[in-house]
């Protein structure tokens, strides 16, 4: 079993910054693809930014600029450094790792996390 447990989420005021940390952990050979999605009230789930194993990120239009995705592959963790937030960017922010789960395997599986709330309001 893999576990993804997301931290950092919290109350900020607008123009603010929050950092969200997501770390793997668990029956782990190989982390594909990490990144982080967002659902607000009554939306469905959406994809704020990825990050490939190698390093190449994709972010949402909505969030370019002001959001940063890294990952630290020693420690199986993925950071999402967000920056000059705004009212809009309140949701529950989830985690997402493909996890490769053994070396008997080339499958990899998709696992989540449990959501951190991210609230923006003054």
């Known amino acids: 079993q893999v576990q993804l447990v997301e931290s950092g989420g919290g109350l900020v005021q607008p123009g603010g910054s929050l950092r969200l940390s997501c770390a793997a952990s668990?029956?782990?050979?190989?982390?594909?693809?990490m990144g982080w999605y967002r659902q607000a009230p009554g939306k469905q789930r959406e994809l704020v930014a990825t990050?490939?194993?190698?390093?190449?990120?994709h972010y949402a239009d909505s969030v370019k600029g002001r959001f940063t995705i890294s990952r630290d592959n020693a420690k199986n963790t993925v950071y999402l450094q967000m920056n000059s937030l705004k009212p809009e960017d309140t949701a529950v922010y989830y985690c997402?790792?493909?996890?490769?789960?053994?070396?008997?395997?080339?499958?990899?599986?998709?696992?989540w996390g449990q959501g951190t709330q991210v609230t923006v309001s003054s």
């Open positions: 668990g029956s782990i050979f190989r982390l594909n693809a």
């Open positions: 990050t490939t194993s190698i390093g190449d990120t």
């Open positions: 997402n790792a493909g996890v490769r789960p053994n070396s008997y395997t080339a499958r990899y599986l998709d696992y």
